[in-house]
Every structure is written in C-alpha cells, then in structure tokens.
C-alpha cells in the first residue's frame, strides 16, 4: 500500500520562504520521478518541478529562481524549497511520484497561502 505524508504547508507573507515535504512508503522511491504539482482556486492542477532518477530536475517558468527541487532516496522524502513566495503562490501542492507513466501515485495535497 502506497502511502504519503505531506507537511510543510501554510500561510505566510509575500516573501516569505517555506519549505514542503513529501515522504512516500510502500514504493521504491530511488526509481521513481518525482514532482510538485500545484493547483489554485479555479485552476487546473499545473507541474511546478520534478526531479528524475539522476536528480536532473526542472522547473516551470512560474517558478524558476526561486523554488529548488530535491530528494533524498534514503529518507524517501521529497522537498520543495519556495523562496520569494508571491500571493499568486497560493495552490494546493500536490506531491507526485511516476515511473514510466507504468505506475502513477498522487498525494493528497497540502495547502499553501500567501497573503499580507
């Protein structure tokens, strides 16, 4: 049984930093991609980062500078480090891990808002 545990969430101010994470059990995670998507109010769910086997990783424009990917296969946990947040931010973040498109897991999302 695939299970995630996502934290890190919040509110906070423009600017302001916070950091996500996703660990995942019942997988091996060392062989999956992983990925941040994200999904505001009346929006579609859009990709924020991923970061493949090889811990090559890639960012949407949206994003790019100011959010970093990484992992740690031995903790099998997933971060998202999000400098500078701005109000346009404020999504459910959902955690993803994908191995070929073969087998496909979700998270259950975690929110982050940023308002003054």
């Known amino acids: 049984q695939v299970q995630f545990e996502e934290s890190g969430g919040g509110l906070v101010q423009p600017g302001e930093s916070l950091r996500l994470s996703c660990t995942i059990s019942?997988?091996?995670?060392?062989?999956?991609?992983m990925a941040w998507y994200r999904q505001a109010p009346g929006k579609q769910r859009e990709l924020a980062a991923f970061i493949r086997r090889d811990d090559s990783t890639n960012y949407s424009d949206s994003v790019k500078g100011r959010f970093t990917i990484s992992r740690d296969n031995a903790k099998k946990t997933m971060y998202l480090q999000m400098n500078n947040l701005k109000p346009e931010d404020t999504a459910s973040y959902y955690c993803?891990?994908?191995?070929?498109?073969?087998?496909?897991?979700w998270g259950q999302g975690i929110q982050v808002t940023v308002s003054s």
């Open positions: 993803n891990a994908d191995q070929s498109g073969v087998q496909n897991y």
């Open positions: 019942g997988i091996s995670f060392d062989v999956y991609k």
